[in-house]
Structures are given as C-alpha cells and as structure tokens.
C-alpha cells in the first residue's frame, strides 16, 4: 500500500523572563533588554508537525487531525 502525508499546523505562543537576583535592575537591564521585563517578554511560534504512514482502508486517514492536534496540545515538551 502506498504512503501518504498529513501536516498539521499549529500557533502557540511562549514567554520568558532573563533575571538574575543577585545583579541589580540596572545590570539584569543593560545585559538582558527587553528580555528582562518584569511583565515577561514574548514568541509567536508555528508548528508544523508532519505525518506520514498508509491510509486507514475505512477512515481514509492516516491520522485524525483531531488525534494529532490533542497529542500535540498534551506533549508541548516532545516538541524539538
């Protein structure tokens, strides 16, 4: 039987604070910028996840996108 491909796209969005406590304001400022905002600072991301097997002779799927976008939401820390 022959392969096929399905791509699921995902966005999702990251924060992230660069601090050092033992520094003050002003150095953890001037070494880290605006990744050294109280308030956090941000990345918009997109995913692409790719899968490729034989198609289900019944669904005609290789994999719901349904399935593949709920395994995607419960293992963020898989993602490499």
């Not at 791509?7 to 880290?32: G, M, P, Y």
């Not at 605006?34 to 790719?50: A, D, F």
Request: proline fraction near 4%.
């Amino acid at each position: 039987m022959n392969k096929t491909s399905i791509v699921r796209c995902q966005h999702f969005n990251a924060a992230h604070r660069l601090h050092i406590k033992r520094w003050s304001d002003t150095k953890n400022e001037e070494i880290f910028g605006k990744c050294n905002n109280p308030n956090y600072h941000g990345h918009n991301y997109e995913l692409e996840v790719k899968v490729i097997g034989e198609c289900d002779p019944e669904t005609g799927y290789v994999i719901d996108t349904k399935i593949l976008s709920d395994l995607i939401k419960e293992n963020p820390k898989s993602i490499k």
